[in-house]
Nanobody
Framework: QVQLVEFGGGLVQTGGSLRLSCAASGLTFRSYNMGWFRRAPGKEREFVATISSLGTRTTYTDSVKGRFTISRDNAKNTVLLRMNNLKPEDTAVYYC?????????????WGQGTQVTVSS
């Protein structure tokens, strides 16, 4: 059974930092591109960042470029999202997701989410 479990959310002041981690189990981790998404209150889920299966390529949504960094450790089956200079508009539930590189389907598995709240 595939599981993605996020850790590291919390309450932080504007300008602060948080590090989210996602632990994956039940899958061949290096066969998956990994992504972070978020859903703010009253809004649609949006893409935040993605990293390729071997960690060679990363992509970010414009609003987090220069502030967030996605990375992965294939030996530990984890993906991280380092978030710096946080803003109130970053407040959301953050989800990690796994996208099988051999499948044409988009993001096969999702975590349960972790809340990030940035106070002004």
């Amino acid at each position: 059974q595939v599981q993605l479990v996020e850790f590291g959310g919390g309450l932080v002041q504007t300008g602060g930092s948080l590090r989210l981690s996602c632990a994956a189990s039940g899958l061949t981790f290096r066969s998956y591109n990994m992504g972070w998404f978020r859903r703010a209150p009253g809004k649609e889920r949006e893409f935040v960042a993605t990293i390729s299966s071997l960690g060679t390529r990363t992509t970010y949504t414009d609003s987090v470029k220069g502030r967030f960094t996605i990375s992965r450790d294939n030996a530990k089956n984890t993906v991280l999202l380092r978030m710096n200079n946080l803003k109130p508009e970053d407040t959301a539930v953050y989800y990690c997701a796994a996208d099988n590189i051999y499948s044409s389907d988009s993001y096969d598995y999702w975590g349960q989410g972790t809340q990030v709240t940035v106070s002004s």
